[in-house]
């Protein structure tokens, strides 16, 4: 029997980023912490996993591991690989990420993916980001208290849940509230420019636009809670099956079979 829970820590900016650190050290008041994470920023990658070439892993330090792969491989690797862990950790928190990850960037974010990872694998898992600047210590200890609270109610019987936290930027907070995923505007677009020898290439995505609250943005949302100064706290859904879209999964289904 261990006195401290085990909690594996991982991100999606890299093993050397100031908010995995910040997030460790928060955790470290009251888990065992083992790190794993990519050797180099991993931002974007979504749940991507790599099975067309070979893992490189370097432990740097105590309970710190690097990994030349995705967040998701880092936790997949991370519970398979017997010399890691050592025994199965209360739960994969993933943070804190330099930049916010709200309504529909949970989709393309390692950061939740890393989280989406271990939960997949029957583990307590949370993601937390940061909107804006650097940071914060403020942020990282409200993690800590969150990750703890976590800890306790998996331990007394809900199973696997994904939770993703975003803070507001600055250093206080109005306080914390329960979110559904809101609408996150980009400018999207596809820039062509050139390389140093006269080559085209194309760059995808344009900057986060500002959201109009009451209209893009519902009060319970996770985007009108940072943008209000609050911590937003959404509960994640592994099933992706959609239940308002059945009537027409069974009209696509009632397809007549036809033999030619």
């Known amino acids: 029997m261990h006195a401290r829970p085990l909690l594996l820590v ?3 900016d890299g093993v050397f980023a100031p908010g995995l650190e910040a997030l ?20 974007a990658n979504s749940h991507s996993v790599t099975l067309h070439r070979p893992l490189r892993h370097r432990v740097l330090a105590h309970g710190v591991h690097a990994l030349d792969g995705t967040p998701a491989d880092c936790v997949y690797v991370a519970l398979h690989h017997a010399e890691v862990l050592g025994r199965r ?7 804190i990420n330099h ?18 990872e271990g939960a997949l694998r029957g583990l307590p898992s949370i ?3 940061q909107c804006g600047g650097s940071i914060g210590a403020h942020a990282a200890a ?8 976590l800890v306790t109610v ?30 996150r505007r980009y400018g999207d677009q596809v820039t062509t420019r050139q390389d140093p020898r006269g080559q085209d290439y194309l760059w995808l995505g344009g900057p ?18 940072v943008a209000q100064g609050f911590v937003s706290v959404t509960a994640l859904c592994l099933n992706p099956t959609s239940e308002s879209h059945r009537n027409l999964a069974d009209h696509l289904a009632d397809v007549p079979v036809t033999h030619r």
């Open 142 to 149: 409200w993690a800590g208290r969150l990750v703890e609270r």
């Open 99 to 116: 930049g916010a990850n709200l309504g529909q960037d949970v989709y393309y974010s390692g950061t939740v993916a890393a989280a989406r």
């Open 154 to 183: 998996a331990t007394a019987g809900v199973s696997s849940p994904l939770i993703n936290v975003n803070f507001p930027e600055g250093a206080a907070f109005g306080g914390v509230r329960a979110t559904v995923l809101g609408l």
């Open 10 to 12: 991982t991100n999606d």
């Open 24 to 43: 460790k050290e928060a955790c470290a008041r009251f888990a065992d912490v083992v790190v794993v994470a990519p050797e180099r920023n991993q931002s």
């Open 208 to 225: 986060a636009l500002a959201t109009r609250a009451g209209i893009d943005d519902a009060p319970d949302t996770d985007t009108a809670a």
């Open 127 to 129: 993601a937390f980001s």
């Open 89 to 95: 950790p209360a739960a994969v928190v993933s943070g």
